[in-house]
């Protein structure tokens, strides 16, 4: 099995639909202390508020629906991005909803840690790993890969 680390200093995404950008503000606010020991990347509009929230730099990509998602989605696959906080809008369709599908389905095949609502986050950025090392188990995708067409 492979294994992908994750060092003591991760590469965090913070991403959040327009409808739930409050509330992931709100959960920054919370834990900025924790959120300020780390590399941040986020979308356009959101990592423009966190720069002023956290008084960080904030890595940005660009807005999701103009590709932002599929940017962090490409970081996630080559290794850069080691957790992605999402706060996405269950309630409201997005224009770039197959972008947003992708980038979770990339969170999962390359098993970094994801929370898309602030109790999940709260967990993560809580959790001892976030002062540690972490081995993560990369799935052997081979099987997938030689099937025959």
Request: proline share 4%; aromatic share 6%; hydrophobic share 40%.
């Amino acid at each position: 099995m492979e294994h992908r680390q994750i060092p003591v200093k991760k590469t965090i995404a913070l991403v959040a639909h327009d409808h739930k950008k409050q509330e992931l503000a709100r959960w920054v606010d919370r834990h900025a202390n924790e959120l300020k020991k780390h590399n941040l990347i986020a979308t356009q509009t959101t990592g423009t508020v966190l720069e002023k929230k956290l008084g960080v730099k904030v890595q940005k990509v660009m807005s999701g629906p103009l590709g932002g998602d599929q940017q962090l989605g490409s970081m996630i696959a080559s290794g850069d991005i080691n957790m992605v906080i999402f706060f996405w809008d269950p309630m409201e369709s997005q224009p770039h909803d197959s972008d947003v599908k992708a980038l979770l389905r990339l969170g999962v095949v390359w098993n970094i840690p994801m929370a898309c609502c602030p109790a999940t986050a709260d967990f993560l950025i809580k959790s001892s790993y976030m002062l540690e090392h972490y081995e993560a188990e990369i799935s052997d995708y081979t099987n997938y890969l030689n099937r025959s067409l």
